[in-house]
């Protein structure tokens, strides 16, 4: 039913990595965006990275800047976050994104509502 799968996530302490993918069962799309956003129960979902136009535009979240990784396999169809240097505001449930169009409109925080095809998120917990 969902058409990305996210995997990966889990607890970490603070200053340790993690690395996930996500996979899209979409193919064809040159021109494709992946994104993943963060959220926690009633706070907003914000997109903290995201890769378009084959990696030529990347946008992290000012918080993630230089911590955050995001890379694409496009032959595999599949996106990787890297959080490296993990904080306690790392905190939340992350969701891989996908549209079919990207553009400029992608590479900012507040852009969930233009998605429509979401993974059904992963957890991930940084703690002490």
């Known amino acids: 039913a969902f058409q990305l799968w996210e995997s990966g996530g889990g607890s970490v302490q603070i200053g340790g990595s993690l690395t996930f993918p996500c996979v899209s069962i979409?193919?064809?799309?040159?021109?494709?965006?992946m994104a993943w956003f963060r959220q926690l129960p009633w706070e907003l979902r914000e997109d903290v990275a995201t890769?378009?136009?084959?990696?030529?535009?990347?946008y992290y979240v000012d918080s993630v800047k230089g911590r955050f990784t995001i890379s694409e396999n496009r032959a595999k169809h599949t996106v990787f976050l890297q959080m490296d240097n993990l904080k306690t505001e790392g905190t939340g449930v992350y969701y891989c994104?996908?549209?079919?169009?990207?553009?400029?409109?992608?590479?900012?925080?507040?852009?969930?509502?233009?998605?429509?095809?979401w993974g059904k998120g992963t957890q991930v917990t940084v703690s002490a």
């Open positions: 994104a996908f549209h079919r169009y990207g553009g400029r409109w992608c590479l900012s925080r507040e852009t969930a509502g233009r998605y429509f095809h």
């Open positions: 979409e193919s064809g799309y040159t021109s494709h965006v």
């Open positions: 890769i378009y136009a084959g990696g030529y535009y990347l």
